[in-house]
C-alpha cells in the first residue's frame, strides 16, 4: 500500500505559479513511477504530467507542456509539479498517482494508489 497526500492547491490569478506537491508513504521502497492528473467539474480525468522512477524521463500532455514541469525528490518521497503561466480551463482537481511500474504512462489505468486530490482554480 502507498498513501499519496496532495498540497500546494489554491486560488490564482491568470499567469500566475502554484507548486503542488504529493507525498508518498507507505511501501515507498519500490521503485514506481508518478503521474499527475486533473479533473475539472462535467469532464472525464485527464493526464497532465509523468515522471520515472530515476526522474531521469518525465512526459507532457499537450496542453501544459512549456508551462509545467514535474519532479521528484526520492530522499523525501516527493513529487511536485511546478505550474506557471496558469489560464483559466487549468481550474481541476489534480491528483498524483503511482504506477505500476518504474516507467512513465499516461493511462490511469497504469496507476495503481492515488492520492484524494487538490483544488487548483485559477481566476480570468
Known amino acids: 500500500q502507498v498513501q499519496l497526500v496532495e498540497s500546494g492547491g489554491g486560488l490564482v490569478q491568470a499567469g500566475g505559479s502554484l507548486r503542488l506537491s504529493c507525498a508518498a508513504s507507505?511501501?515507498?521502497?519500490?521503485?514506481?513511477?508518478v503521474g499527475w492528473f486533473r479533473q475539472a467539474p462535467g469532464k472525464e480525468r485527464e493526464f497532465v504530467a509523468t515522471?520515472?522512477?530515476?526522474?531521469?524521463?518525465?512526459y507532457y500532455a499537450e496542453s501544459v507542456k512549456g508551462r509545467v514541469t514535474i519532479s521528484r525528490d526520492n530522499a523525501k518521497n516527493t513529487v511536485y509539479l511546478q505550474m506557471n503561466s496558469l489560464k483559466p480551463e487549468d481550474t481541476a482537481v489534480y491528483y498524483c498517482?503511482?504506477?505500476?511500474?518504474?516507467?512513465?504512462?499516461?493511462?490511469?489505468?497504469?496507476?495503481?494508489?492515488w492520492g484524494q486530490g487538490t483544488q487548483v482554480t485559477v481566476s480570468s
Open positions: 507507505g511501501r515507498t521502497g519500490v521503485r514506481y513511477a
Open positions: 515522471i520515472d522512477w530515476s526522474g531521469g524521463n518525465t
Open positions: 498517482a503511482t504506477a505500476t511500474s518504474g516507467r512513465i504512462a499516461i493511462l490511469p489505468s497504469a496507476y495503481g494508489f
